[in-house]
């Protein structure tokens, strides 16, 4: 069992104690990044930071200055050992507790079968695009996808549109182009989406449900998994295409590229 080390708020603890009455804790009031690794560096960290301080702003919550979550990232990598891949993560209550860990991250490499959400996601909710501790409803999918047979759920919004999965952006494509849903439709703008899109040609666009069924691949986009195929939407069967595994490809190599490991 690893003996990984963590920071709370100002200092390296072994262990930490979850603090009963913090109502940030019980009700899930904050805001969290979560960051792939590679042998110990972190990828687009000041992408997540940014969006950090955006979820924060959003929700009303004062950050912690900026070089304090730096100094805590710094401890936190430099104490614990390094792994191939990890999950840095960084979280900030509403109560002012800042608290950083990093763990191994095990990729998975299976296509994902998504299920559809039966609920509606609606694209003008007043938090949408914010990465909030308050998780309820983007579990409750997970597990209701898992508890089918699937891997993930697919949200669709009020005006029928694909807006995400659970965890990660979804990716379609058609005609030569890769595409993926617009902010509009209530996705969070991912960092690994953005990078697409900046780096990779991928276009904003709109996907209506019916449409699932016309597309040429599909795929979930998202910091820790990078780009996963998805090989099955409800009856709707995907190939695991060439330009699937390119991009998948590539865009790894990219990165690795961009950190020099």
């Known amino acids: 069992m690893l003996n990984l080390k963590v920071w709370h708020n100002t200092q390296l603890v072994d262990q930490y104690q979850l603090p009963a009455l913090s109502a940030a804790w019980l009700m899930g009031d904050g805001a969290f ?40 990232i710094n401890a936190v990598m430099a104490a614990n050992s390094q792994f191939e891949y990890g999950r840095l993560r960084v979280t900030v209550f509403s109560d002012g507790q800042l608290l950083i860990s990093h763990m191994p991250y095990e990729i998975n490499t299976s296509p994902a079968k998504l299920m559809r959400y039966p609920d509606t996601k609606f ?26 047979g699937y891997d993930d759920c697919v949200f669709i919004n009020e005006k029928g549109e694909v807006v995400e999965g659970s965890m990660a952006n979804i990716l379609w494509f058609k005609d030569g182009v890769w595409y993926t849903p617009k902010t509009s439709s209530g996705a969070l703008p991912g960092v690994t989406r953005a990078m697409l899109i900046e780096s990779f040609g991928i276009q904003e666009s709109t996907l209506v449900e019916s449409d699932l069924g016309r597309v040429e691949s599909l795929a979930l986009v998202s910091s820790l998994r990078e780009i996963q195929g998805v090989e099955r939407y409800e009856s709707i069967l995907y190939p695991i295409s060439k330009s699937l595994t390119e991009l998948q490809s590539s865009f790894h190599a990219w990165v690795r590229d961009k950190l020099g490991v």
């Open 123 to 148: 694209s003008g909710y007043s938090i949408s695009g914010t990465k909030s501790t308050s998780y309820a409803e983007n579990f409750r999918a997970l597990r209701l996808a898992q508890s089918n």
């Open 33 to 72: 990044e979560t960051i792939r690794t590679y042998l110990g560096k972190p990828f687009a960290l000041d992408h997540h930071l940014r969006r950090l301080q955006n979820s924060l702003s959003q929700l009303h919550i004062k950050s912690p200055l900026a070089g304090d979550i730096t100094t805590g």
